[in-house]
């Protein structure tokens, strides 16, 4: 059975920082590609980033890149999301999901199914 976990949510303050996990199990990790999502109350889920690790490949949101990062932890099937000078706007639940390739991943469309999906971990930031 395929599950991805994110963890690794909480409170923080403007600021701050704060890594988010998501282990994967169930499938062939390297042959996919994970993407991190956020849906924030009342809007749209949105992907901002990526990492396809057969091609040592990362993408991020522009509006983001700077402040997260993606990594990999392929021996443990794990993608990291290391989350800094975080605002109160990066309030949101963040996925994690699964696809062939970044390209399908993202931008996120409602439309489209995407492999898998975990099931969010909610993060707040405080002014």
């Known amino acids: 059975e395929v599950h991805l976990v994110e963890s690794g949510g909480g409170w923080v303050q403007a600021g701050g920082s704060l890594r988010l996990s998501c282990a994967a199990s169930?499938?062939?990790?390297?042959?996919?590609?994970i993407g991190w999502f956020r849906q924030a109350p009342g809007q749209e889920r949105e992907g901002f980033s990526c990492?396809?690790?057969?091609?040592?490949?990362?993408y991020y949101a522009s509006s983001l890149k700077g402040r997260f990062t993606i990594s990999s932890d392929n021996a443990n099937t794990t993608v990291y999301l290391q989350m800094s000078a975080m605002k109160p706007e990066d309030t949101a639940v963040y996925y994690c999901?699964?696809?062939?390739?970044?390209?399908?991943?993202?931008?996120?469309?409602?439309?489209?199914?995407?492999?898998?999906w975990g099931k969010g971990t909610l993060v707040t930031v405080s002014s």
């Open positions: 999901a699964a696809d062939r390739y970044c390209s399908e991943l993202l931008p996120y469309r409602p439309y489209y199914d995407l492999a898998y």
């Open positions: 169930g499938f062939t990790f390297d042959d996919y590609a």
């Open positions: 990492i396809d690790s057969r091609e040592g490949s990362t």
